[in-house]
């Protein structure tokens, strides 16, 4: 089968991951052109990584990609992938689906419309994450209820958060009177954290900085709770850990081991290891299957799991582009999004109950 082509407009940090991948995996991803804003930048990637680099728009487009990668700052995403869309290309889009709510209705508008686009939310299918939720769909803890979450931060926490508890598009609920009413708590907190490790290696200069730590309640309207907790600088610290903890009326999820009770009503415990998911045989390399079962105590999201992550959605831009079928939809990259302003907002005024309101994609 011919390899999927694409462009990555952008060329920032997470721009770099679309490339490893493409370069990865020859035989599935043909990049074309990463297109950059000036022509240093351009010509800076080209030498670094030895791959096709543009400013021309022009250039991009007559390389016919089957889709475009936008991976560009929060703000300048949502009219960047707009503009992409509406010349008629299938779009890949890094998270968050759109930063304001006038922004996601308009996506989708522009979705029930027919344009092709999927947001690249990864982390359910970081191996890890992917395995633990599994588990949880079987059944092993009964239904859960209760979700403390230091995985990850807003949207794909609040991903993360709404798949471990099965809760579909189902809106953030809080008793206030005794009444029901759609809201949420949150409340910034400011620690000094030493630095210890960066994007780019090991940090050994005693530099202390102070840091936001983000925890927000939410309530379910189905009745489930989840209490979201985390500071950006988990993604790279040697002492601050990131911590899962799911639970069921039959066992709980906590970090790297499910505690369950068997059909026998004996309590069973289980080790989790990252696996590799069987609907995408094509991305298990050699090297994968000698780093996933890797034994380690704690969570660890290393970036070989993020890269297959972002793998296996570049690969559902086949069918999304022939069948329509979205990998990871919408309607829920939207909410996540909107939760995650909900989050923002509620966390900036810490005394008040702030309430959701009904959204189009919530319907399907």
Avoid at 128 to 148: M, N, W
Avoid at 151 to 172: K, T
Avoid at 267 to 273: A, D, G, K, N, T
């Amino acid at each position: 089968m011919k390899p999927l082509s694409f462009i990555i407009v952008g060329s920032g940090w997470r721009a770099m991951f679309f490339v490893r991948i493409a370069k990865r995996y020859p035989e599935l991803f043909d990049l074309k052109y990463v297109l950059c804003r000036t022509q240093e930048k351009a010509e800076q990637i080209q030498r670094k990584h030895d791959i096709p680099t543009t400013t021309s728009v022009s250039n991009c487009e007559k390389a016919c990609p089957d889709f475009v990668v936008v991976s560009v700052s929060r703000d300048a995403a949502f009219s960047l992938v707009k503009e992409w869309l509406e010349k008629g290309y299938a779009v890949l889009a890094e998270t968050p689906a759109a930063v304001t709510e006038d922004q996601m209705e308009e996506l989708w508008a522009l979705r029930q419309k027919g344009v092709r686009l999927q947001i690249a939310e990864q982390y359910i299918r970081y191996p890890l994450i992917a395995t633990g939720l599994q588990e949880v769909k079987q059944g092993l803890l009964g239904e859960p209820h209760t979700v403390t979450l230091s995985l990850a931060h807003d949207y794909h926490g609040i991903s993360v958060i709404r798949h471990m508890l099965n809760c579909g598009l189902d809106n953030p609920v809080i008793r206030k009177n005794g009444l029901p009413t759609v809201s949420l708590s949150a409340r910034n907190y400011i620690y000094p954290v030493m630095e210890t490790d960066s994007r780019f290696g090991p940090v050994t200069d005693g530099s202390m900085k102070q840091r936001t730590r983000t925890r927000a309640t939410f309530e379910f309207a189905n009745g489930k709770t989840a209490f979201y907790d985390f500071d950006g600088v988990q993604y790279h610290s040697f002492i601050r850990a990131r911590n899962i903890n799911v639970q069921g009326p039959k066992g709980e999820w906590n970090d790297t081991f499910l505690r369950y009770v068997d059909d026998a009503y004996q309590p069973v415990i289980e080790q989790l290891r990252p696996s590799l998911d069987p609907a995408y045989p094509k991305l298990t390399t050699e090297e994968l299957i000698h780093l996933s079962p890797l034994w380690r105590p704690e969570v660890h999201m290393e970036n070989w799991q993020d890269e297959y992550a972002i793998a296996t959605l570049m690969l559902d831009m086949r069918k999304l582009i022939e069948e329509g079928q979205e990998g990871y939809p919408l309607a829920e990259a939207l909410e996540d999004a909107y939760l995650w302003l909900l989050m923002e907002k509620a966390a900036a005024n810490p005394d008040q109950i702030i309430s959701s309101r009904p959204h189009s994609w919530q319907n399907g």
